[in-house]
């Protein structure tokens, strides 16, 4: 079975500094799909990337980037200089082109310290 | 810009008194979803459309329908809300493109809903 895990649960730093959100995925398929979501307190979750399972090239947005290793089944997510807004709570969630539905990791809350 | 709108963002009803939560896309997605998402919890799927044809989880309690009348509207009624029902329902949106079964899923703001 497909399984998503966020081992931190909370995590806090001080502005600017840089932090690491950790994915780690269980499946035996060789097409699925990773992605980030961002839930800031307002309650929407906002799509931050898709990566499928084929393309294991790291991507950087801005001050985020994303680490993609087949090899050790992870889909890491960093922040760079990190700000108060990016307080949030981050889901990892995984996709299988054959299935209906997204697996959510239980989410890493972030605080962002001024 | 196209988005997924839900109304309302609050909403307060009583134990027992049926509610409706609306969900609109302006994104022409056909397939649309409804997550419970309760505190610290992350989303829990509900059922989706696709096009219209209804696909419910097997675990969502018969007190939660949908209809989806067109391609934009879908509802989600909550027959006799309980307790435990109190919690954040969020609406979703994606395109099946055919060779990618399901494309990357548009949620909109979500809806809290307290029960009393």
């Known amino acids: 079975a497909q399984k998503v895990t966020q081992a931190q649960t909370e995590i806090s730093v001080v502005e600017k500094e840089d932090v690491t959100l950790d994915c780690v995925y269980e499946t035996r398929d060789t097409t699925y799909y990773l992605f980030w979501y961002k839930q800031p307190p307002s309650g929407e979750l906002v799509f931050l990337i898709r990566?499928?399972?084929?393309?294991?090239q790291n991507e950087i947005s801005g001050r985020y980037s994303w680490n993609f290793q087949k090899s050790t089944s992870s889909f890491n997510f960093t922040i760079t200089a990190s700000q108060v807004v990016d307080s949030a709570v981050y889901f990892c969630?995984?996709?299988?082109?054959?299935?209906?539905?997204?697996?959510f990791g239980k989410g890493t809350r972030l605080h962002i310290l001024p | 810009d196209a988005m997924v709108i839900q109304n309302p963002r609050y909403q307060v009803t009583q134990f027992g008194k049926p509610v409706t939560l609306s969900c609109s896309q302006t994104?022409?997605?056909?397939?649309m979803y409804w997550y419970q998402q309760k505190s610290s919890q992350a989303p829990k799927l509900l059922f989706h459309y696709y096009d219209k044809d209804f696909n419910n989880e097997a675990d969502t309690p018969d007190n939660f329908q949908s209809r989806r009348p067109n391609t934009s509207f879908c509802f989600l009624d909550i027959r006799s809300p309980g307790l435990g029902d109190a919690a954040m329902y969020l609406c979703a949106t994606s395109r099946d493109s055919g060779t990618l079964r399901r494309e990357t899923q548009y949620f909109g703001p979500g809806t809290r809903l307290l029960v009393l």
């Open positions: 990566r499928n399972s084929f393309d294991e």
């Open positions: 969630a995984f996709w299988m082109n054959r299935d209906d539905k997204i697996i």
């Open positions: 994104l022409n997605h056909n397939v």
